[in-house]
């Protein structure tokens, strides 16, 4: 799997936790929640091994993103439950 698919999606209260287990940071982009509501952090880039964390107000569902790649192209989109 590429590094972009790797991406885990954890709540926290009411935040988003966005963790990024591998070497390479990773730009999201199109970051939206439950096919609705498209979410904006203060940052997209998650650097290696870390994470970044994003308000919500839903307490389970759906949350899809894509990522910049290599070339500034995007990535086919991903989708993960929490």
Aim: aromatic content about 8%; charged content about 10%; hydrophobic content about 35%.
């Amino acid at each position: 799997m590429e590094a972009y698919g790797g991406v885990n999606v954890k709540l926290n209260g009411n935040t988003l936790m966005l963790s990024n287990p591998s070497p390479y940071y990773l730009t999201l982009t199109n970051i939206i929640l439950n096919d609705t509501t498209t979410l904006t952090p203060a940052d997209p880039m998650i650097p290696p091994f870390g994470s970044i964390a994003v308000e919500s107000t839903v307490k389970s569902g759906t949350v899809s993103y894509q990522t910049i790649n290599d070339f500034g192209g995007k990535t086919n989109k991903v989708s993960k439950a929490f």
